[in-house]
């Protein structure tokens, strides 16, 4: 079994910043692709940003430039740190990570508001 475990979620303010943290323990194999996805109310989830294990990323263009998605392999860990952020980023952000399956974690709110 392959655990996520996310922690950062929270109330900022517009133009604030969050950074969320997911880690992933059990039986972890060689983790390919990581990435963070996030779903608002009433919405498909979407693609936020992913990172590959050689450390090459892509960002969706709403947060490109805003958001940076990077990765501590040793510690099978990706952060996604939110600078400026938008009312309209406010989502439950899930991390995802790949290897011969795909895994999902519990998903953590983002509120931002005045």
């Known amino acids: 079994q392959v655990q996520l475990v996310e922690s950062g979620g929270g109330l900022v303010q517009p133009g604030g910043s969050q950074r969320l943290s997911c880690a992933a323990s059990?039986?972890?194999?060689?983790?390919?692709?990581m990435g963070w996805y996030r779903q608002a109310p009433g919405k498909q989830r979407e693609l936020v940003a992913t990172i590959t294990s050689d450390g090459s990323t892509n960002y969706s263009d709403s947060v490109k430039g805003r958001f940076t998605i990077s990765r501590d392999n040793a510690k099978n860990t990706v952060y996604l740190q939110m600078n400026g952020l938008k009312p309209e980023d406010t989502a439950v952000y899930y991390c995802?990570?790949?290897?011969?399956?795909?895994?999902w974690g519990q998903g953590t709110q983002v509120t931002v508001s005045s």
């Open positions: 059990g039986s972890i194999r060689r983790i390919y692709t």
């Open positions: 995802n990570i790949r290897m011969l399956g795909s895994y």
